[in-house]
Structure formats: structure tokens, C-alpha cells
């Protein structure tokens, strides 16, 4: 409004109002000011609103601003969830493995032999991968976030100077000097001297000089056995007086060895004595033989089968034609020192179905003809003869040693089994009508049925 109205009547154009213009009323229009608009330094009004700020700190804020003038949003912004996973997976990397190696370094655990250097290798590694995931993850407070790092690495690197490096015993190693030309090879002969205990053999030796001069080695035989209980030596004792037919007057001397009194020298001495044959009846039957013949000296190692017991399960293979091993095991049987095993052999392949295939039956016809000719028992002899009407029809060597053994059992007047004549007859035995009648004019009630047929 301009001051040439003052004193005037003047109407509102907005209310049709009328008023009397004072100069009190009278107010000077003011130029607008909108922001960003550059502020005219010589306007006192503007001047008393606020102070003008020093171009200096102008300068200074439109640097902060950055290129463009806009603040960075990520700097101000929260961290998100997978920083904050990443700083979690971080720090119970690092508990988890300390737990681990707390645990592992105990005796025996995952960290057996591991060396210290080695550990530390693997503890830097460890806090280098959870310090990357820590530095990661902390967005806003990394300096905070190294501290941390610092502190639990040396936490872990102190736990990995305490706790102990176990180490697994190792084998010592004997390291067998080479043979010079200087150092000759152990003397096998020195080592079973001492084993055996050999001045036992030498003290009977000279003592057989006395009677048989220098014929007095072929006069004894030593078999020394490792690990020979006493019920084995019984059972040994007896099978060599009947295999090697030792005179009653003779006895089989056991000496006891080292290995608190498990080893056994045993001495057979006193008449004349075949080396060989006793190493072929040592080996196989008894076991593997190494002979020293001119020590007259058998180290026998005794088969395992000597010293079995009969299972269940073993009853069952000797009882059973059907079963693979029916014929394998009562032919061990056949083998065994204990004489009533052998002779439930016998009678268990004497009674075998015909329509049963014989299997090893050269190595059984073997051991029935041993037994023919060793034993003496009237109901052996007779499943004997019984169980070669199966097995030796058409064995001319089994019709020979029958043959012989009746004979023996006549002159000395002793029972013999009518399977054995049985036997003869069958196989067609050129002594079998000499036997029939002979055995008729002592006997004419027992072989009548014989001679008529």
C-alpha cells in the first residue's frame, strides 16, 4: 500500500469492508525469499534473521556432500542379516574349533602325533577364515571387530602352547646285522642242541656203548615237541609203542624242556630203531618233522588236530553223509591219537549207504590198512573188516594184509572177525577156502555157515 492513502477511506476488495487508512496500518512490502535462492548480503532485514556463513566452511560442507552434493546411504544404514551371520559363523568357528582341539589333543584322540608346528599352522588358518567373516559381517564397528579377533586368536593360540603333543609308541625296529665274512650264520644245529636240550640224548648214547658198542645211535631216537601236554604224551606214547612195536621191556622216556615244562624231549631207546620209519610215522600224522639225522633228533610241531575237541557242529559233519565235509573230517578222525575217536570213525564208515559216492577213498583204505595191522581189539577188527567190504572190493594190497592178519590171528589163537573172511571171500582171496577150513575144524559151530557156502 502506498503512503498517498494515508488519512483515506478506503474499501477491502476481498470483504467490501470500508476503513480508515492510518499510518500506523501502513506496513512496506518485503521481497520473498525461497530456499536455495542466494540471499542479497546489503538486505538488512535478511542480515538480522541470521549471519552469513565464512565462505571457508561453505567450502567445506559442499566437499562432505561429495561429488553430486548426496550423502552415501550405506554408510548410515544398518547392518544386515547376512553380515550378522557371517560374524556369528565367525566367532563359533573359532569356539568350536578350540572345543575340538581341547577334546582331540587328549591321549589317543584326532590330534595324535600331530606336531606343535603343525597345530599352529592350523590354528592360523582357522582364525584367519573366522576373522575374515568377522570383518565382514561388523559394517560399523570393524576397529571393535579386530580387538575381538585378536583377543580370541590369542586365547586359541595360548590353549594350543599348553596342552600336550602325544605321541604313539613306535616298534623298535631290530635291525639284523648283515653276515659279514667275519660273522657266521646261527648254527641250526647249535640252536636245537640247546633247545631240545640235547646232553640228555648224548648221556644215553654213551650209556648204550656199554651194550651195543658203535651200533649204539641206531639204538635211539629223540622227537622233541613244543607245547605237549600231558594227555598228548599218553596218547603219543601209545600210538609209537604200536606203530614201532616196542618190546614191553622198553619204555619211552619224556623229558621236560624250558617254556615252564610245555616243551618235551621224548626218548625211545633200547632196541633197534629205524630213523626213517619213525619220521614217516611222525609226519604227517602227528605233524611237520624236521629231521637231524645225524643227531638222531625229530623237532615234530604237532598238528592243531590233536588237540581238538568234538563240537556240536563237528558231530554233525562226522554223522552226516549229505554234509561236504563228512568224509574229510572221519578221515582226520581215522588220523586222531585218541583210539576211541578212531574206532567211532571206523564204525561210522563202515556204515555208510551204498548209494552214497565215496570220496578220498585211497587215503581211508590207507588208514584202515594201518589199523589192520596195529590193532588188536575184536570189535575194531571186525567194523574194519565191515567197512572194507564198502571200500576195498578191488584192493588186492588190502586182500594181502587181511590175508596176513588172519594168519597171525590163528597161530596165535585168537579170535578172528568173520567180516575179515567175509571180506576174502568177497574180493575172491586165493587163501580164503584154506582159512575157512581151518577156522571150521576149530570152530565148526561159528564157521559152519562159511564152509557150506
Known amino acids: 500500500m502506498n503512503d498517498d492513502l494515508s488519512g483515506k477511506t478506503v474499501e477491502c476488495g476481498a470483504c467490501d469492508h470500508r476503513f480508515l487508512v492510518k499510518e500506523e496500518l501502513i506496513f512496506v512490502e518485503r521481497p520473498k525469499v525461497y530456499p536455495g535462492e542466494k540471499i542479497k548480503r546489503d538486505d538488512d532485514f535478511l542480515s538480522r534473521l541470521g549471519r552469513d556463513q565464512p565462505a571457508s566452511e561453505s567450502n567445506r560442507k559442499e566437499q562432505s556432500l561429495g561429488v553430486g552434493g548426496q550423502p552415501r546411504v550405506d554408510a548410515i544404514m544398518p547392518a544386515g542379516a547376512g553380515q550378522n551371520i557371517a560374524v556369528g559363523a565367525g566367532i ?102 640247546e633247545k631240545s636240550g640235547y646232553k640228555v640224548i648224548e648221556r644215553n648214547l654213551k650209556n648204550l656203548e656199554d651194550d651195543f658198542g658203535g651200533l649204539a645211535s641206531q639204538h635211539l631216537v629223540g622227537i622233541f615237541i613244543e607245547g605237549l601236554t600231558s594227555s598228548q604224551f599218553h596218547s603219543i606214547e601209545k600210538y609209537f609203542k604200536i606203530e614201532l612195536k616196542i618190546p614191553p621191556t622198553n619204555a619211552i622216556s619224556r623229558y621236560l624242556r624250558n617254556n615252564r615244562g610245555k616243551d618235551s624231549l621224548i626218548v625211545v631207546s633200547g632196541f633197534p630203531i629205524d630213523f626213517d620209519k619213525v619220521v614217516q610215522i611222525c609226519d604227517p600224522r602227528l605233524g611237520r618233522a624236521t629231521t637231524y639225522p645225524d643227531l638222531r633228533l625229530i623237532h615234530l610241531e604237532l598238528s592243531a588236530l590233536h588237540d581238538s575237541k568234538v563240537t556240536d557242529d563237528l558231530r554233525e559233519k562226522l554223522s552226516n553223509p549229505q ?131
Not at 588220523?335 to 578220498?360: F, G, H, M, Q, T
Not at 590171528?409 to 575172491?428: E, G, H, Q, R
Open 92 to 193: 563359533s568357528f573359532l569356539f568350536l574349533y578350540a572345543f575340538i582341539f581341547s577334546v582331540g589333543t587328549s591321549d589317543g584322540g584326532i590330534f595324535q602325533d600331530m606336531a606343535r608346528e603343525a597345530r599352529y599352522a592350523l590354528g592360523g588358518f582357522v582364525c584367519l577364515v573366522a576373522g575374515g567373516l568377522m570383518l565382514f559381517g561388523a559394517k560399523n564397528w570393524r576397529g571393535r571387530a579386530f580387538l575381538l579377533l585378536l583377543t580370541f586368536g590369542g586365547a586359541l593360540f595360548a590353549l594350543i602352547l599348553v596342552r600336550p603333543v602325544h605321541l604313539t609308541p613306535e616298534a623298535v625296529q631290530v635291525v639284523t646285522p648283515k653276515v659279514g665274512l667275519d660273522e657266521p650264520e646261527a648254527d641250526p644245529i647249535a640252536e636245537i642242541k
Open 323 to 453: 554234509h561236504p565235509s563228512y568224509f574229510n573230517e572221519n578221515l582226520n578222525e581215522l588220523r586222531a591219537l585218541d583210539p576211541l575217536r578212531r574206532k567211532d570213525a571206523v564204525s561210522e564208515l563202515a556204515e555208510i549207504s551204498p548209494n552214497v559216492e565215496l570220496r578220498y577213498s585211497d587215503e581211508i583204505i590207507a588208514e584202515f590198512i594201518r589199523l589192520i595191522r596195529n590193532e588188536t581189539d575184536d570189535q575194531l577188527l571186525s567194523d574194519l573188516g565191515r567197512a572194507l567190504l564198502i571200500w576195498a572190493q578191488d584192493n588186492p594190497v588190502a586182500v594181502d594184509v587181511v590175508s596176513e592178519k588172519v594168519e597171525q590171528l590163528i597161530k596165535l589163537d585168537s579170535n578172528v572177525p568173520v567180516s575179515f573172511i567175509d571180506f576174502l571171500v568177497k574180493a575172491n582171496a586165493e587163501k580164503a577156502p584154506l582159512f575157512i577150513d581151518t577156522l571150521w575144524s576149530i570152530k565148526p559151530e561159528v564157521w559152519t555157515s562159511q564152509y557150506i557156502a
